[in-house]
């Protein structure tokens, strides 16, 4: 009997042992992730920032460049879905980032996510971004809130997108849902 009670004595102190090990080790690799999660989740906030401040300031060079040369976006949120290279959407918005930076007009754009994922080096962003377009006496000439999803990966310390996907028009609340 003191045998039988020794040796299930014995296995659950192993198990509880070795139970508090994998729940160390877990909590320590959970430690680990949020830490890395953090840091990368501020290096695309300030992606994003920098990818905002672009458009406002009519920088069309600095735009270009936060995305990496064989980039492509997909525009699906109106009749004409088509997929382009960077270098043919970015001709198609030249204009506007030359009149915003003459003064002609004001451009705004704004990001907010609903969902992250990503590593060390990758990201999957998905969210909203709401484009504002004013001439020069503040009339609106579009303003529109889309669907988006970014897949942006990163060189050295700099994170480039290499797939911007406009998914949909999306709506006021959806944006005021997404909070700011």
Known sequence: M?????????????SIGSTKATTTLQSSTTKIQ???????????DQYWDQ???TVIEGDYEGYGAL????????????????SVPIAKALAGWK??????????RHDKVEFRMSQRIGDETTAHETGLFLFTSMDRDGNILS???THLEML???????????????????????????GG
């Open 95 to 104: 204009q506007g980032f030359l009149d915003t930076k003459a003064g002609k």
């Open 143 to 145: 303003k529109g809130v």
């Open 67 to 82: 995305y990496h040369e064989d980039a492509v976006v997909i525009f699906a949120g109106g009749e004409n879905k088509t």
């Open 2 to 14: 003191n045998k039988a009670l020794f040796i299930i004595s014995t296995i659950l102190t192993v």
């Open 34 to 44: 949020t830490a890395q999660d953090s840091t990368r989740l501020a290096e695309l």
């Open 51 to 53: 990818l905002a401040k």
């Open 152 to 178: 942006l990966v990163k060189k050295g310390n700099e994170w480039l997108a290499v797939m911007e996907y406009q998914k949909s028009k999306g709506t006021k609340e959806e944006w005021e849902a997404l």
